[in-house]
C-alpha cells in the first residue's frame, strides 16, 4: 500500500494568514493526490484533484501543487470558514489511501 | 441535482448483521465508481473499496478485505455494505462516494453518511 503522510498534522492560524499544508507519498504518485476538507459532523469536501485542479465550486484562494511524492495544499488568506481539517488521498493506485489528516485550528 | 443519500443510523449488537446503503441519483449510476470510506470516531478516513455498479467490478483495500462485503444493484442505483458479524470495532461513521471513472479523478460527491454503533 502507498503510505501518506501530512504535515503538520495541527496549526493553529488567524484569519487572513497564509497557510501550507504538506503531503508525502511512500512511493511516486505521479500527479493523482487530492485534497479534501471536513468540518465537524459533516461528510468530507472535494477541493483540489489531479495535485492542482482545483474543484468548481470551490474558492480560489485555495491551490495545490506538487508531483512525485511531495504534494502542497496552499489556502491564500484564511478564511472564518476555512477552520476545518484537511486530508490527502492518493489516487494512483489501489488500495486508496488517505494521509492522517491536518486540523487548522483558530489562534 | 447529483447526490447520494446513504440509509439511517444503525445500532446492533456484536454478532449481528447489517447491510446499510448508498443510493445515487441526478447522474448514470452505473458509469461511476462508488467508494466506500470509513471514520471511526475521533479519527481519520479509510477507503474500504469501491465499486463499479456498471459491471459489479470490485476492489477491497486489504484491510478490508473478508471483513467488509460490497455489492451494488444497479437497477436501483444503490449500492451496499454489509456485515455478516458486526464487532465493537466497527463502530463507526460510513461513507459513500462517487468516483469519476477518469484517470486522476477524485471523489467528487459524497453521501451524509450512515453512523453504526456495535455496542452489547
Known amino acids: 500500500d502507498i503510505q501518506l503522510t501530512q504535515s503538520p498534522s495541527f496549526l493553529s492560524a488567524s484569519v487572513g494568514d497564509r497557510v501550507t499544508i504538506t503531503c508525502r507519498a511512500s512511493q511516486d504518485i505521479t500527479n493523482y493526490l487530492a485534497w479534501y476538507q471536513q468540518k465537524p459532523g459533516k461528510a468530507p469536501k472535494l477541493l483540489i484533484y489531479?495535485?492542482?485542479t482545483l474543484q468548481s465550486g470551490v474558492p480560489s484562494r485555495f491551490s495545490g501543487s506538487g508531483s512525485g511524492t511531495e504534494f502542497t495544499l496552499t489556502i491564500s488568506s484564511l478564511q472564518p470558514e476555512d477552520f476545518a481539517t484537511y486530508y490527502c488521498q492518493q489516487l494512483n493506485s489501489h488500495p486508496l489511501t488517505f494521509g492522517p489528516g491536518t486540523k487548522v485550528d483558530i489562534k | 441535482e447529483v447526490q447520494l443519500v446513504q440509509s439511517g443510523a444503525e445500532v446492533k449488537k456484536p454478532g449481528e448483521s447489517l447491510k446499510i446503503s448508498c443510493k445515487g441519483s441526478g447522474y448514470s449510476f452505473a458509469n461511476y465508481w462508488i467508494g466506500w470510506v470509513r471514520q471511526m470516531p475521533g479519527k481519520g478516513l479509510e477507503c474500504l473499496g469501491i465499486i463499479y455498479p456498471g459491471d459489479s467490478i470490485i476492489r477491497y483495500s486489504p484491510s478490508f478485505q473478508g471483513q467488509v462485503t460490497i455489492s451494488a444493484d444497479r437497477s436501483i442505483s444503490t449500492a451496499y455494505l454489509q456485515w455478516s458479524s458486526l464487532e465493537a470495532s466497527d463502530t463507526a461513521m460510513y461513507y459513500c462516494?462517487?468516483?469519476?471513472?477518469?484517470?486522476?479523478?477524485?471523489?467528487?460527491?459524497w453521501g451524509q453518511g450512515t453512523v453504526v454503533t456495535v455496542s452489547s
Open positions: 489531479t495535485a492542482s
Open positions: 462516494a462517487r468516483y469519476p471513472p477518469g484517470l486522476g479523478d477524485a471523489f467528487d460527491i
